[in-house]
């Protein structure tokens, strides 16, 4: 008994077990009608690029177009750096849909970081990278924004444009704790 069933198993093909119909039915609706499918832009690479570094706050478990406020489309502090405040679409989308930051990482919790290096000592001189989180804005970390003239990565101005508590600011150098990478960082 047991070698006729191992007999008619040998002779059985793929498609006799499974039918692909469903299957393929399922892929083509999610990719073919889902709010967040997307033909790539692929007129040159740079714009390939741009439309894989796009972020959404529309589709399933986000906001409608409807919905959406004047607050969410705004640009908030806690973009800096990570979301670009002047690259979005205009119309119906503008502020829903917009790009990381050109030196955002990719971190694997799915929020977006930015690199910025720890300021030392007087004139604030860079040591190394770490990740600030938006809560890290508040009154114990001062970043340096925009453009710092530096010497061998050292603030060498009088006054240096700084963020405190979410507002822009000037600081002397000996009281910032934390230097974006590059200026180019808040746009994408």
Do not use: W
């Not at 692909?20 to 997307?38: D, H, I, M, R």
């Not at 806690?78 to 955002?104: A, D, F, K, M, Q």
């Not at 009088?158 to 508590?165: G, Q, Y």
């Amino acid at each position: 008994d047991q070698r006729l069933s191992m007999a008619e198993s040998e002779g059985l093909m793929p498609q006799d077990l499974i039918n692909a119909k469903p299957v393929a039915a399922a892929v083509k609706e999610f990719f073919g009608s889902s709010q967040l499918s997307q033909f790539m832009d692929q007129n040159n690479p740079l714009s390939e690029i741009t439309h894989k570094r796009r972020v959404s706050a529309l589709g399933p478990g986000g906001l409608t177009r409807e919905r959406a406020g004047f607050e969410v489309r705004d640009v908030h502090p806690t973009h800096y750096g990570r979301v670009c405040p002047i690259e979005t679409p205009e119309g119906p989308n503008i502020g829903l849909i917009n790009s990381l930051g050109c030196l955002c990482p990719h971190q694997p919790v799915r929020l977006p970081g930015k690199p910025v290096p720890r300021g030392e000592g007087r004139r604030g001189q860079r040591r190394h990278r770490v990740p600030v989180g938006h809560r890290r804005g508040g009154s114990r970390h001062r970043p340096g924004f925009g453009r710092d003239e530096r010497e061998e990565s050292q603030l060498i101005d009088e006054l240096v444009a700084v963020r405190h508590l979410n507002e822009f600011t000037v600081k002397a150098p000996e009281d910032v704790t934390l230097m974006d990478v590059s200026p180019k960082q808040v746009v994408s």
